[in-house]
């Protein structure tokens, strides 16, 4: 399967803060932010941000002398033994954080040997998840997940996973002509969130941002309630805007 990756936003990012991160491993007795500057080239206004979200996220610690040095979150993602759910850990904290802060139940999923898995998500009575009434795997074709997944194979990639699922008609505005569907994939920018407009379920509106780590083709999603659909662009922008913790725990 050849991928059609486009590095967004928040892959820039986050491969700045593993720099970032990478520089203060090297100094165990902690770094400034003066350094880290020239250490890694970025400016103020690239660090500055990325050194406040690298500590909310526990990835660094800021001690006495204002120095920085490697946080609990980082340590227990970087051993061996418990790597799996140390990951697990850091990807729901930071999926609980963005349900709340954008009020929306949130989702992270991947495209894995061919197939849509939904790996975690934080939702709440406030947040409600979506109701998974038609299996996910079978319906990338009306889910903003599924087609931002799809988005970044390449056309042949495309082609095989709708050979293999038919298009079903589950709402009076899901595409069922993959020509369609196929058309609008290559059109969608890769910066520019999908967006799903009770395409999967009446009552539902979602949105859906790549995350790329590596070869791996995955994407961060969130749903609302139809009675919220005006908040749907906003609450995806803020969405896309903070991808890149998701995407720095992957990467690690």
């Known amino acids: 399967m050849a991928l059609k990756h486009e590095p967004t936003a928040p892959y820039h990012s986050?491969?700045?803060?593993?720099?970032?991160?990478?520089?203060?491993?090297?100094?165990?007795?902690?770094?400034?932010?003066?350094e880290l500057a020239?250490?890694?080239?970025?400016?103020?206004?690239?660090?500055?941000?990325?050194?406040?979200?690298?500590?909310?996220?526990g990835y660094v610690e800021?001690?006495?002398?204002g120095a920085y040095v490697t946080g609990a979150?980082?340590?227990r993602l970087g051993s061996a033994e418990g790597?799996?759910?140390?990951?697990?850990?850091?990807?729901?904290?930071?999926?609980?954080?963005?349900?709340?802060?954008?009020?929306?139940?949130?989702?992270?999923?991947r495209y894995v040997d061919g197939e849509i898995t939904v790996d975690q998500y934080a939702a709440g009575p406030a947040t409600p998840a979506v109701n998974e009434w038609f299996d996910f795997r079978s319906s990338a074709h009306a889910t903003a997940l599924g087609k931002s997944l799809l988005g970044q194979l390449d056309h042949n990639g495309r082609r095989d996973h709708l050979?293999?699922?038919?298009?079903?008609?589950?709402?009076?505005?899901?595409?069922?002509?993959?020509k369609l569907l196929l058309s609008r994939l290559e059109a969608q920018p890769p910066t520019v969130p999908v967006l799903d407009l009770q395409e999967y379920a009446v009552g539902t509106v979602c949105a859906a941002v790549p995350i790329t780590a590596g070869s791996?083709?995955?994407?961060?999603?969130?749903?609302?309630?139809v009675a919220h659909a005006h908040r749907l662009r906003q609450a995806a922008d803020a969405l896309n805007r903070n991808a890149t913790p998701v995407l720095l725990s992957l990467a690690i």
């Open 14 to 34: 986050a491969q700045e803060a593993l720099r970032v991160l990478e520089t203060v491993a090297r100094h165990t007795t902690g770094v400034t932010a003066g």
């Open 38 to 57: 020239r250490r890694t080239g970025l400016g103020a206004d690239r660090l500055t941000p990325l050194l406040r979200m690298l500590r909310r996220e």
């Open 62 to 65: 800021q001690v006495a002398d």
């Open 73 to 75: 979150a980082l340590a």
């Open 83 to 109: 790597h799996r759910q140390a990951l697990r850990e850091t990807v729901q904290h930071t999926l609980d954080r963005l349900r709340d802060s954008i009020g929306a139940a949130v989702y992270v999923s």
């Open 163 to 178: 050979s293999r699922y038919k298009m079903a008609r589950l709402t009076s505005r899901t595409i069922t002509s993959d």
């Open 216 to 225: 791996s083709v995955g994407c961060l999603a969130l749903s609302l309630p």
